[in-house]
C-alpha cells in the first residue's frame, strides 16, 4: 500500500536506542519517534502523531504555538508502519510492543482519524499495546468508551502535569478542557467500563513537586484506581541545552512522593530528548516546516505565551 505521506527524513540518536521521522506531504507535517528497550525483540515502543501542529498550545511542547489541520486514519497508521519497518524482527517477534498516540496533536479532537488508526492497528497487530494520551478537551467521550470496551489493548493516559486547576490553565491554556475533578471522574468510569487502570501524567517542576502537590493529587485520584506517570520535560527550543539533571532530579523525587502514597508509578525519560529531541513535545523539526509554510500553519491558543510557575504557599 503505498504511504500518504511523500517524503520521510530519519534522524538517529548516537547511541542508537531512538530514531525520529519526519513525515512531509504538501498539506501537513507529522514526527514518529521509535524507541527500542534495550532491543526490538524486547521491546518496541512508537509514539506518532494524531495531528500536525496541535491546538491545545501546552507551553512545553515545541508543538505546542501552531495547528494545521488533523490527520486521517492512514496517516497515522503510515507512521506506524514505517517505524516497524525500521527495525531489525517482525512486529511478531517483538515481546512488548507499545504504540503511543502521544508525539503530535490532540487525539480526542480528532476522534474520526484516532478511532480510524486504533481499530486499523488492533486488526494488524492485536499484541500491541495502544495508549492515548490526551489534555482532556471538553468532548463527548463516550464513542471513546465503547472503543476502549471494542478494542481491549487500548489504554488511556490523561496528561495532568498539574496540582491545581489554576497551574494547569497556565501550562496548559486550552481553555475548553476538563477540570482535574472532571478528568478523575472521567478516569474511574473509564476503569470501571474496561477494566483497567488509567494513568496520569505529571510534569515535575521546581513550583509544582512538593508533598502538598502529591497529597492534592492523592485526593484527587484514588492510587486504588489510577497508576502515575512522572515525566522529564526538557527544553522546547532547539536552540537550548536540553540536558538538565535538575529536571531528572525533580521527577524521581517526585515519584517517590507518590510512590509513599501508594501509587504504582513510572518515570518517562525518553532515549533521545538531548540529541534528536525524541521526547513527546520535542518537535524542533516540524517548527521549521510550521515556519516555512505560514499559509497552513496557523498559530494556536499558546503562540507566544511563556511558562511562569508560581509556587503555591
Not at 477494566?195 to 515535575?204: I, L, V
Request: charged letters at 20%; glycine letters at 8%.
Amino acid at each position: 500500500m503505498d504511504s500518504p505521506w511523500k517524503d520521510v527524513q530519519a534522524l538517529y540518536d548516537v547511541a542508537g536506542h531512538v530514531a525520529k521521522y519526519i513525515f512531509t506531504g504538501p498539506t501537513a507535517a507529522a514526527e514518529a519517534v521509535l524507541y527500542r528497550y534495550p532491543d526490538y525483540k524486547t521491546r518496541t515502543v512508537i509514539c506518532c502523531s494524531t495531528q500536525s501542529g496541535c491546538p491545545i498550545g501546552c507551553r512545553f511542547c515545541g508543538s505546542g504555538d501552531y495547528f494545521v489541520r488533523s490527520l486521517s486514519g492512514p496517516e497515522i497508521v503510515a507512521q506506524v508502519e514505517h517505524c516497524l519497518q525500521e527495525i531489525d524482527c517482525s512486529a511478531e517477534e517483538v515481546n512488548l510492543l507499545q504504540i503511543m498516540f502521544m508525539s503530535m496533536g490532540e487525539p480526542m479532537l480528532n476522534p474520526g482519524g484516532t478511532a480510524a488508526a486504533i481499530r486499523e492497528l488492533a486488526a494488524r497487530y492485536p499484541r500491541a499495546a495502544l495508549l492515548v494520551s490526551t489534555s482532556a478537551p471538553r468532548v463527548d467521550y463516550e464513542s471513546f468508551l465503547v472503543l476502549s470496551c471494542d478494542v481491549p489493548t487500548v489504554g488511556l493516559q490523561f496528561s495532568v502535569h498539574e496540582s491545581t486547576d489554576a497551574a494547569r490553565n497556565a501550562l496548559i491554556p486550552f481553555r475548553a478542557k476538563l477540570s482535574l475533578a472532571e478528568i478523575a471522574a472521567l478516569g474511574t468510569t473509564w476503569a470501571a467500563r474496561t477494566g483497567r487502570p488509567p494513568f496520569f501524567n505529571y510534569y515535575a517542576h521546581e513550583a509544582n513537586s512538593s508533598p502538598a502537590d502529591a497529597d492534592r493529587l492523592g485526593q484527587l485520584f484514588a492510587p486504588a484506581i489510577w497508576r502515575a506517570t512522572v515525566s522529564v520535560v526538557c527544553e522546547r527550543s532547539e536552540g537550548l541545552s536540553s540536558t538538565n539533571e535538575h529536571q531528572r532530579g525533580l521527577a524521581r523525587d517526585f515519584a517517590s512522593l507518590l510512590v509513599e502514597r501508594g501509587y504504582d508509578v513510572r518515570t518517562f525519560d525518553p532515549a533521545g530528548q538531548d540529541t534528536i529531541g525524541g521526547g513527546c513535545g520535542q518537535l524542533h523539526y516540524v517548527q521549521a516546516w510550521f515556519a516555512a509554510h505560514p499559509e497552513l500553519a496557523r498559530p494556536s491558543i499558546g503562540a507566544g505565551l511563556r511558562i511562569l510557575h508560581t509556587p503555591l504557599p
